[in-house]
């Protein structure tokens, strides 16, 4: 697994910005060398900013969208459409301004899908459709992704993994049901740790006085049992993608800056 890296922006809509440029350039690269590629999306105030950012930039026509998966690292268990899930939220801010190929976009199952209110089916048919999608080289696990974005909360929660809840604490599937999650709504389902540990670099974002104490516990050598962020690492590259308010409680002296 990678060392973190960290990259310090003025604010977070600077932060934004950058975060979405970078995405471009990735994006771009793979599909260059590999001819398609893969992101993770993730939800709240600063994945959704940084799809914002995205959907502005001059550079988004840059990417071939059409050549480009889209899958997700957590999501909120509540019917089609909801306002509150991620993939709802993603689609308003920039997946519906942009020629995605429908069958390369994969949304977490709803409640009102084929399984109903049975959450741990639903993230076993998740799972099957990561395997469906992984090449030999992965075993059937996950897609190597190319980047995987990851809001950081302020109890060090990333996608919907819990400080000392069963999920973090997941070894073996790369798929499950969230029950009582202690941020609502208690229903989710996420990936876990090890497929999160699939991708060739995971990006964490956070921007925000109140993300600075979580970012520090996370990044001064804490487990990822009782700060899941500090687990969530790519095989390439990790980094972490902060405002300066969010960074407030590091040391300057602790990680060097990332290169672009």
Same mark, same amino acid.
């Given at each position: 697994m990678?060392?973190?890296?960290?990259?310090?922006?003025?604010?977070?809509e600077?932060?934004?910005?950058a975060?979405a440029?970078?995405l471009i350039?990735?994006?771009?690269?793979?599909?260059?060398?590999?001819?398609?590629?893969s992101?993770?999306?993730?939800?709240?105030r600063?994945?959704n900013?940084l799809?914002a950012?995205?959907?502005?930039a001059p550079?988004?026509?840059?990417?071939?969208?059409?050549r480009?998966?889209?899958w997700w690292?957590?999501?909120r268990?509540?019917?089609?459409?909801?306002?509150?899930?991620?993939?709802?939220?993603?689609?308003e801010?920039?997946?519906?301004?942009v020629p995605?190929?429908?069958?390369?976009?994969h949304?977490?199952?709803?409640p009102?899908?084929? %399984?109903?209110?049975?959450?741990?089916?639903?993230?076993?048919?998740?799972?099957?459709?990561?395997?469906?999608?992984?090449?030999?080289?992965?075993?059937?696990a996950?897609p190597?992704?190319?980047?995987?974005l990851l809001?950081?909360?302020?109890d060090t929660?990333?996608?919907?993994?819990?400080?000392?809840?069963?999920?973090?604490?997941?070894?073996?599937?790369t798929?499950?049901?969230?029950?009582?999650?202690?941020?609502?709504?208690?229903?989710?389902?996420?990936?876990?740790?090890?497929a999160?540990?699939?991708?060739?670099?995971?990006w964490?974002?956070?921007?925000?006085?109140?993300?600075?104490?979580?970012v520090?516990?996370?990044?001064?050598g804490?487990?990822?049992?009782?700060?899941?962020?500090?687990?969530?690492?790519?095989?390439?590259?990790?980094?972490?993608?902060?405002?300066?308010?969010?960074?407030?409680?590091?040391?300057?002296?602790? %990680?060097?800056?990332?290169?672009?």
């Amino acid at each position: 697994m990678s060392t973190p890296q960290l990259v310090v922006h003025r604010d977070k809509e600077l932060m934004a910005q950058a975060a979405a440029a970078r995405l471009i350039t990735k994006v771009v690269d793979a599909q260059a060398s590999r001819g398609s590629a893969s992101v993770v999306l993730t939800g709240g105030r600063n994945g959704n900013g940084l799809l914002a950012a995205l959907a502005a930039a001059p550079a988004r026509d840059a990417v071939d969208w059409g050549r480009l998966d889209v899958w997700w690292g957590d999501e909120r268990f509540l019917p089609e459409g909801d306002p509150e899930r991620n993939y709802t939220q993603a689609r308003e801010a920039l997946l519906d301004s942009v020629p995605l190929d429908p069958k390369r976009v994969h949304p977490m199952p709803a409640p009102d899908g084929s %399984y109903g209110n049975d959450v741990d089916a639903a993230a076993e048919v998740y799972a099957a459709e990561l395997g469906q999608a992984a090449g030999p080289e992965n075993h059937g696990a996950v897609p190597t992704f190319d980047v995987l974005l990851l809001g950081v909360g302020p109890d060090t929660h990333v996608a919907s993994l819990f400080p000392e809840m069963p999920a973090v604490r997941e070894t073996e599937r790369t798929v499950v049901g969230v029950h009582g999650a202690p941020k609502p709504p208690p229903t989710r389902i996420t990936l876990t740790l090890p497929a999160i540990r699939s991708a060739r670099e995971v990006w964490l974002l956070a921007a925000g006085e109140d993300k600075a104490q979580a970012v520090a516990i996370a990044l001064s050598g804490a487990g990822e049992i009782q700060a899941p962020a500090a687990g969530a690492r790519g095989r390439s590259r990790t980094l972490w993608l902060l405002d300066a308010a969010a960074a407030s409680k590091l040391p300057r002296s602790l %990680y060097p800056p990332a290169s672009p």
